[in-house]
């Protein structure tokens, strides 16, 4: 094994928002040597690596040059160049996840027909190369309300994904590649974390619950674990387990999936990253999804992924109404409860529906914590001063 502790090896990570900041916790923890690359000369990250650089991800050069500078890249963003990653593998450094696992992710129309391929249930689906040829469909009656519209590169957060349910509102909608998926009825949205080293290990984390925000098509908690029945939770998992193995990921894959009317399980979409999902293992678990996905990516054995208390997360998004220096309002009275801990990412100006960070609630009583968790959300707000 190499080794990794304490001496020159050097950890790469393309993107330096908060994920990329947490998973440097997890590095600092072990004395890994980290050099991260993001575009942003403010990135979340910059405070704690030991080697920062601004630039382009998507700039195939810029990517190629970082890349050469470590001994083994990952990602904390799927809008890198992978043609880039690619390069970089062929020269002999370990890209994980790799180059091939993205680009079956980074497109929704490729992702969603990779599951097709591989016999793993989604909703039904077509493919357009633009807003032309979807309303042509629709002319055609080929395509029927309602329906969920979703861009086929750079959504996240809620963006780039938009439920259509009239021509009128087809008229707003970018001139993109994007996909018309069936608007399935159900129960649930739920979500799977799953581990796998190059070995081959593989370990799934408890399935959580996701409760929206109505408006912002935001994670409002994450709840952990689901309020589900063991049966439904064996079949989530079992499925977020075949599609890791399908992906054939290195690192994290967060499985985000629905619940039907029926109880069927399907498969939203995936995210090849730590991810928001995860979050409440940061204080709930015994090995949380960061340490994990630094686990995974150094071939390290895989750590216990069982909770030691029930965990729900509330995301800290910046108020409607603010934008300019950030203010966290009443984070003094939610501190003083028990069990809440606050993570603040480290950018310095809110926006309306920003992530500014996130608040954990553990406590051994899931319906306790749901409780708390909602005087958390109506006490702290993001606010610009």
């Not at 993109?176 to 190059?198: H, M």
């Amino acid at each position: 094994m190499a080794n990794y502790f304490s001496s020159n090896f050097t950890l790469g990570i393309l993107g330096g928002g908060q994920l990329g900041k947490m998973m440097l916790y997890e590095t600092r923890k072990f004395d890994i040597k980290t050099h991260v690359l993001d575009p942003s000369n403010e990135a979340p990250c910059r405070i704690s690596c030991d080697s920062f650089e601004q630039g382009d991800l998507m700039d195939y050069q810029t990517v190629v040059n970082f890349g050469k500078k470590v001994d083994v890249l990952t990602f904390e963003i799927e809008s890198v160049n992978i043609e880039a990653l690619e390069t970089l593998e062929k020269e002999g450094i370990k890209v994980f996840p790799s180059s091939e696992t993205l680009r079956n992710i980074q497109n929704k129309g490729v992702q969603k027909q990779f599951y097709v391929d591989h016999k793993i249930p989604t909703s039904p689906f077509q493919r357009f190369a633009d807003k032309f040829e979807l309303t042509e469909a629709i002319v055609r009656k080929d395509v029927s309300f309602p329906f969920v519209w979703k861009s086929c590169t750079g959504g996240y957060d809620g963006k780039g994904v938009a439920v259509i349910r009239t021509e009128e509102d087809v008229i707003p909608l970018p001139e993109v590649e994007c996909i018309a998926e069936d608007l399935v009825p159900f129960k649930n949205e739920l979500a799977v974390i799953v581990a796998r080293n190059p070995q081959g290990e593989v370990k799934t984390y408890p399935v959580v619950e996701m409760e929206f925000h109505p408006e912002a098509n935001q994670v409002e908690y994450v709840i952990c674990p689901a309020r589900i029945t063991e049966e439904v939770a064996t079949k989530a998992r079992a499925v977020a387990a075949k599609v890791s193995e399908a992906f054939k990921h290195v690192g994290l894959l967060a499985v985000e999936l629905f619940q039907t009317e029926n109880d069927d399980i399907i498969v939203n979409e995936v995210a090849p990253r730590p991810h928001n999902s995860g979050h409440y293992s940061i204080e709930a678990s015994y090995t949380n999804q960061f340490e994990q996905h630094i686990r995974a990516i150094l071939d390290l054995p895989l750590g216990k992924t069982d909770s030691k208390a029930a965990g729900i997360m509330v995301n800290l998004t910046g108020a409607a109404g603010h934008t300019g220096d950030v203010y966290y309002e009443n984070i003094e009275k939610i501190m003083a409860m028990d069990g809440v801990t606050p993570h603040i990412y480290g950018k310095k100006q809110t926006r309306p529906f920003r992530k500014m960070g996130h608040v954990t609630i553990v406590n051994e009583n899931i319906e306790e914590a749901r409780k708390v968790a909602e005087v958390v959300k109506d006490s702290i707000k993001v606010i610009s001063r």
